[in-house]
């Protein structure tokens, strides 16, 4: 199975990792163990480090809808607006990539 993953820093830390599952066309976010303890809640409404689910370690999964394109909600706002998409979207085209080889992380 092809992965596509980042690191999520913030400040010098990790917060925890974002990766992309091809097959369900969404994102998975994990926090990492050493930014839960220190206590930050970067997003507390939509990826609560104080939810059960972030204790447990289990991923925060991305929404389908097509304003998230697939990452969870506290991530899909850095995402390019509409030029920003023409943009990359020509850049991609000069270098001869294709689209589909492109996720949103």
Same mark, same amino acid.
């Given at each position: 199975m092809?992965?596509?993953?980042v690191k999520v820093k913030l400040w010098g830390m990790t917060a925890g990792y974002l990766s992309w599952d091809k097959k369900a066309g969404v994102a998975a976010f994990e926090y990492d163990p050493a930014f839960l303890d220190w206590g930050l809640?970067?997003?507390p409404f939509t990826l609560s480090i104080n939810a059960p689910r972030s204790r447990k370690q289990i991923p925060w999964m991305g929404n389908k809808d097509k304003l998230y394109?697939? %990452?969870p909600p506290a991530f899909a706002? =850095? %995402?390019p607006d509409k030029?920003?998409? =023409?943009l990359f979207k020509a850049w991609l085209r000069d270098n001869h990539i294709s689209t589909k080889k492109v996720t949103p992380i």
């Open positions: 092809e992965t596509n993953a809640d970067i997003a394109q697939g %990452l706002d =850095s %995402l030029w920003g998409n =023409s």
